[in-house]
């Protein structure tokens, strides 16, 4: 299992979600505690890179973007955003 660690900034980002945007985004924690890998890399060119993202919410319009420690079994979480 690998530990969350949210950037300073996330707590504001996340306060700034939607309400329709709460319940995924719960879920997306769930799952990048469990498979942080499964998310799409940030950068096509860099398939295997260790800074992925991963959409949530109704029309996909929310992204995490976060950076995986795999030696340190550990996911920051860099950027939560909402894109209307």
Known sequence: MYRLVPDADIGEQVAALPDEALDAFMEVLEIL???P???APQHAEN???AVRRWTFGP???GQVIYLILE???EV???LVQWLT
């Open 71 to 73: 030696d340190q079994q």
């Open 37 to 39: 890998w499964n998310g």
């Open 33 to 35: 505690q469990l498979t």
């Open 47 to 49: 398939p295997e890179g």
């Open 76 to 78: 920051h979480m860099l």
């Open 59 to 61: 029309g996909q319009a």
